[in-house]
């Protein structure tokens, strides 16, 4: 019908431009009539622009895949609302009504004639991404959850979406701006009156200060009267939070509530349980305790709840009360409730650690005094003790028979024997000398090598610092000759050198010997400190010294320091080098045990300290992860040390066992400690002039 009107029009308009232009006006009527046609042919050319108008914008629509019908809107619909809900006309008429209500339903509502809407299958997420890859328009698409559809947004939808994201108006022909309208006065120059400001504006109101005299005497005559301010009440709560005057928030302080007070036990019956009373002494007692300590109240018994008299502490506890809740300054305090047995280190059972000494087996005695040192051959077979009565013993391990017993003519303070056990050697400290002495074990060429080995030649012996002596009352045996008395003795692993310990000589204090050169050498010029004992690494060239507070590493290949280890309050009294060579522990005078891990740190990985008293010596086990502490309390205490071959992994430390079995003598218990080199058995000596060997069965 448009197009067939938009026809008539124009044969309408050929004729009157034809008439017109052919006819022209005679009368004024004529004229008047020609007028209203002239009229009448404008707005119908204006009706023609705006039909081509909308026809071109029907197929802009049609080609962008725009379809108006699809939402039942008529083409040239005009919409008047604002609102961008009604844009796309819902399918669903259930209205403003929410979709859990049809949550257990096969539809979601009803359409425009009535009809239930069917919910669709929803699809699974593989179904999903399938019509994401094979649709282009995917990423477009969106799903009408209340009309149960996907909608594909259009193009201007989405530059309205990309508009509102950068936060512009939706529609582009939306001008926030009015449009500028310039304007300017091209006469006015100045304002209407440009005259000076007078004086009397900036003079007092006279106006102004008749008024405030007036009220002056209103208020002096009493005609006018002001309203009286609210006293503030005398008597107040004390303990009443007053939003306005004491908000704790407001004044940048966080509330903390009093404590609440104690409640009452059992104890505070009027009729409490027997084992509550206390009897005459436990009433004694509490008189004569301190004020602080004595309890505030004693327990009583009546026979019923009407003869209880009052409570007469009352008054002081609740002003006692009032004075915590008042003075005492409150602080929150974040308390952990953590079951002590938690933070127990989880340590495995001694049971599953085994074998370690664990019973007394054999004692050794024969000695008449302390017995300050022992050491076990390395074959394991005999057991050599020295003592203060001055006698170095040979005892037979298994069946602790004395083999020999010789007399040195002083307290034999350390013992040790040679590592090479060919020699059947044994060495010890006496006085001022370091003595060797053949154990007459072995055979006639075992006793003509140590022989040879011993001898000194006279040249060598005038030429000496330090004198390499025959022992005179000894069948074999050699001595060196120190400044000062020798109090520990030590051998390196090969056999050939061994160490000795004088701490009265100063800076020749440790000095290290040559066994087949009959040398001696001081290998520091002065030590840091009194020297305690010395000891050689297990397979590297490397040199332990302990002094009370330090332990120094030293490498006797490039002849410098290597390590520094700081010790723990107590001077140190003992050292002991793990086989593998790179822990090693320390007895102190604290009573602490420490372990070092020389890869770890220079400080102690770990200190235990379960003696009562102070520490004599400490020992490895050469081949079960063992090791041992001897204490002036009388016990040796056995742990269980591994060391792991992973240097991520630090050693465990087990303790096992507590050896008891020698008397406390003059304050000293346990002297010295050494294990088996072969079984998991472990020899003390103690200051009751007894040894003991534990076994593990």
Known sequence: MAEGRVEHWEEEEEVDTSTSEEEPFDSEEEEEEGEEEEVEDEVDRAIVELVEGEQASDDEEQEDGVDN???????????????????????????????????????????????????????????KLLDKVDDKNAWRTVYDEYNDEQVVLTKEEIKMIQRIRTGRYPHAEVNPFDEPFEFEYKDGMHPLSNAPEPKRRFMPSKSEAKQVVKLVRALRRGWLKLDKEEEKPKVYLMWDDDLHTTDKLQNGLAYIPAPKPKLPGHEESYRPPEEYLPSEEERKAYELMDEEERPNYIPRTFDCLRRVPAYADFIRERFERCLDLYLCPRVRKNRLNIDPETLKPKLPSPKDLKPFPSVLSMTYRGHKGRVWSIAVDPQGRYLASGGEDGTLRLWEIYSARLVEMWRLG???????????????????????????????????ATKNAVEELLKVDQQEEENQQYKWLPLVDVEVGLQVVHRSEVSFITWHHRGDYFATV??????????????????????????????????????????????????????????????????????????AVHPGGDNLITGSGDRRVSWYDMDLSTKPYKAVRYHDHAVQAVAFHRSYPLFASASDDGSCQVFHGMVYSDLMQNPLIVPVKILRGHQRTGALGVLDCVFHPKQPWIFTAGADADIHLFTNN
């Open 502 to 575: 004088s701490p009265g000589t100063g800076g020749a204090a440790v000095l290290i010997h040559q066994l087949s050169k009959k040398a001696t050498q001081s290998p520091f010029k002065k030590n840091k400190g009194q020297v305690v004992c010395v000891l050689f690494h297990p397979t590297r060239p490397i040199f332990f010294v302990a002094t009370q507070n330090h332990i120094r590493v030293y490498n006797l290949v490039k002849q410098q320091l290597i390590k520094k280890l700081l010790g723990g309050s107590g001077a140190l009294t003992s050292m």
């Open 410 to 444: 002083g307290p034999v303070h350390s013992v040790a024997w040679c590592p090479d056990s060919s020699k059947k050697l044994l060495s010890c400290s006496v006085g001022k000398s370091a003595m060797l002495v053949w154990s007459k074990l072995g055979g006639k």
């Open 69 to 127: 019908s699809r939402y039942g809107m008529h083409p040239h619909q005009v919409d008047d609302s604002d609102s961008s809900e009604d844009e796309r006309p819902s399918r669903n008429t259930i209205g403003n009504v929410p979709l859990e209500w049809y949550k257990d339903e096969e539809h979601i509502g009803y359409d425009r004639e009535g009809k239930k809407i069917i919910k669709s299958k929803k699809k699974d997420e593989l179904a």
